[in-house]
């Protein structure tokens, strides 16, 4: 059986080395698992203290996919085996989000480059592994997105961080429909650094390989970014459709008032443009639950520092696995593959600010601490 993670180290010109992960699992579009998550940090861990590792790459197996989103179906199994509606009670879901979400925190805060190659469909977790990264690559095939609120979740992995630091009213509309970006608009918004061709990956590693490196980060950072620069494709690609329409979205998406803000994202339907058709198909079929939430989150999130966010999120992320829609949203998508969840709340009135408050609650005892208590703090 093939490893879910591949590792390498390659050596380069000067007898520096490059380390190199590849998530291996293209049948599940690398979807990201507890075991992945685990291998990837403990293998990122041992890099960071290795003198002789100058940066690390990160891949996805296949020319599909970096990363399609987390494991959903083990998620799903744990939600139903829990029939105690508590959510603490759940402690597949405690172990995933709490080492999926520290490996978030440990990309961002690594202390060699890493560059993560975001060819493909790079969604939901994907997003995460790639968010932290020093050196974002994209390409013609990128399919960058956050769908959560089609199976009752928000953008996790601190999606809800990223999302609230773009402008006003853009990362709603990316939480609330869903829409998928191109290269262009990755690049337009901050969500990547370079675009290369998706046949490129060779080419990059055999001139990274063929450079010479430091030990020293900053010289790493730079060098690394000239070899990126000289690589990149030549020929500009397109406005994307969120460039097309930033004005529009803006102005559909920004302010305080979440129905005026469904509303107008639900008149998208009668544009003429099938990308916004698309966005507003997606929100008006998702859950209302999942746009309650994201619309608080993104508030919530804007002032706080990264590590808090993921504390915050590790919280609401275990009350949607016991009270919210995430268990139904699996079903419809994965399991039953009906996709006819019934929503509870159904609309949009039901889940109001009230009925979203549950959700920050801690759920674990009064004397327990918080499992990610100590990130960001050692």
Same mark, same amino acid.
């Given at each position: 059986m093939n490893a879910p993670v591949l590792f390498q180290e390659r050596d380069t010109a000067n007898g520096m080395k490059v380390g190199v992960a590849t998530l291996n699992s293209p049948q599940t579009l690398n979807g990201l698992s507890l075991e992945m998550c685990a291998l990837l940090a403990r293998q990122l861990r041992r890099w960071a203290d290795d003198s002789r590792i100058a940066m690390v790459l990160l891949n996805g197996a296949g020319e599909k996919a970096f990363c399609a989103g987390g494991d959903l179906h083990s998620l799903h199994t744990a939600m139903r085996e829990n029939t105690s509606g508590d959510a603490w009670n759940n402690a597949y879901a405690r172990e995933f989000f709490a080492v999926e979400y520290r490996l978030?925190?440990?990309?961002?805060?690594?202390? +060699?480059?890493?560059?993560?190659?975001?060819?493909?469909?790079?969604?939901?977790?994907?997003v995460g592994l790639m968010m932290g990264a020093s050196h974002r690559v994209v390409s013609e095939t990128t399919r960058y997105a956050m769908p959560e609120i089609s199976i009752g979740l928000f953008p996790d992995v601190g999606g809800t961080w990223m999302?609230?630091?773009?402008?006003?009213?853009?990362?709603?509309?990316?939480?609330?429909?869903?829409?998928?970006?191109?290269?262009?608009?990755?690049?337009?918004?901050?969500?990547?650094?370079?675009?290369?061709?998706?046949?490129q990956w060779d080419e990059l590693t055999a001139r990274i390989?063929?450079?010479?490196?430091?030990?020293?980060?900053?010289?790493?950072?730079?060098?690394?970014?000239?070899?990126?620069?000289?690589?990149?494709?030549?020929?500009?690609?397109?406005?994307?459709?969120?460039?097309? #329409? #930033?004005?529009?979205i803006? #102005?559909?998406?920004?302010?305080?008032?979440?129905?005026?803000?469904?509303?107008?994202?639900?008149?998208?339907?009668? #544009?003429?443009?099938?990308?916004?058709?698309?966005?507003?198909?997606?929100?008006?079929?998702?859950?209302?639950?999942?746009?309650?939430?994201?619309?608080?989150?993104?508030r919530r999130a804007r002032l706080l520092a990264l590590a808090d966010v993921f504390r915050m999120e590790y919280i609401v992320s275990l009350h949607c696995g016991a009270q919210g829609d995430l268990q139904e949203g699996?079903?419809?998508?994965?399991?039953? +593959?009906?996709?006819?969840?019934?929503?509870?709340?159904?609309?949009?009135?039901?889940?109001?600010?009230?009925?979203?408050?549950?959700?920050?609650?801690?759920?674990?005892?009064?004397?327990?601490?918080?499992?990610?208590?100590?990130?960001?703090?050692?």
């Open positions: 978030d925190y440990q990309i961002h805060t690594y202390p +060699k480059p890493i560059l993560c190659w975001g060819s493909g469909i790079v969604m939901g977790g994907g999302l609230s630091r773009l402008a006003g009213g853009i990362g709603l509309f990316l939480a609330l429909t869903a829409a998928q970006l191109g290269a262009s608009d990755c690049q337009l918004l901050g969500l990547a650094d370079y675009t290369l061709g998706s046949g390989e063929a450079s010479s490196w430091s030990g020293d980060r900053v010289e790493n950072d730079g060098a690394l970014r000239r070899l990126l620069l000289e690589l990149q494709v030549a020929d500009a690609a397109p406005p994307g459709p969120l460039q097309t #329409h #930033h004005s529009l803006r #102005h559909a998406c920004d302010g305080n008032d979440l129905d005026a803000i469904c509303a107008n994202v639900r008149a998208l339907a009668g #544009h003429e443009d099938p990308w916004l058709q698309r966005a507003a198909a997606t929100f008006s079929a998702g859950s209302p639950g999942s746009a309650r939430l994201s619309f608080t989150l993104l699996i079903r419809a998508l994965l399991i039953d +593959k009906d996709r006819q969840p019934r929503w509870n709340p159904a609309t949009l009135r039901q889940a109001d600010d009230a009925w979203v408050q549950r959700f920050f609650q801690a759920p674990w005892p009064d004397t327990a601490a918080h499992p990610l208590a100590d990130l960001g703090r050692a």
